[in-house]
């Protein structure tokens, strides 16, 4: 299972578009990040987009590295959201992909199954990448709403009130 997880990590990996291999030139790499400040602005909105739908959720917004940035939990929100929130938004930008498609893409009987043991990995679909001119810089997740689809419709929300500011 353990290859099987190191083999699904390299293909993803060997996957990267050339220009992120092409910053390797030098000895030192230049990032850009989201400020917290915009994070904690996506965050509020996906929070506020669940709202309206009538769902109580838990929104994580994680940098690049997976480090949370913000995470909200609004009142009636089960304890277990913001863990799985955070957990969402880390497999998201770990993996490069929304967690619904790697939830299809990890079942049981899927060549990519034992990506699922990886600490941390959570393939439920609410993981969505933050992406800012071709660059990943982030992920958020959102747990609460009925099913994976809806938090990633929460989650989509969120980054769509900040997209403006993503456009460098």
């Known amino acids: ?57 838990a929104v994580a917004v994680v940098d690049r590295f997976g480090v949370p940035q913000a995470v909200l939990r609004d009142r009636y929100a089960g304890p277990h959201t913001p863990d799985t929130a955070t957990r969402k938004a880390w497999t998201s930008v770990s993996f490069r992909a929304p967690t619904t498609d790697l939830s299809e893409n990890t079942k049981p009987e899927g060549a990519a199954f034992g990506a699922r043991d990886i600490t941390n990995a959570l393939m439920l679909g609410g993981g969505v990448p933050v992406d800012a001119a071709g660059s990943l810089v982030g992920a958020v997740g959102v747990s609460g709403a009925p099913s994976g689809e809806l938090d990633e419709a929460c989650a989509q929300a969120g980054i769509d009130a900040v997209a403006d500011q993503l456009a460098f």
């Open 1 to 57: 299972m353990k290859r099987l997880a190191a083999a699904v990590l390299a293909a993803w990996t060997l996957s990267l578009p050339l220009a992120a291999k092409a910053q390797d030139d030098g000895a030192l790499v230049t990032l850009q990040v989201m400020k917290v400040e915009v994070a904690l602005e996506l965050a509020q909105a996906a929070l506020e987009h669940c709202r309206e739908e009538g769902y109580q959720v």
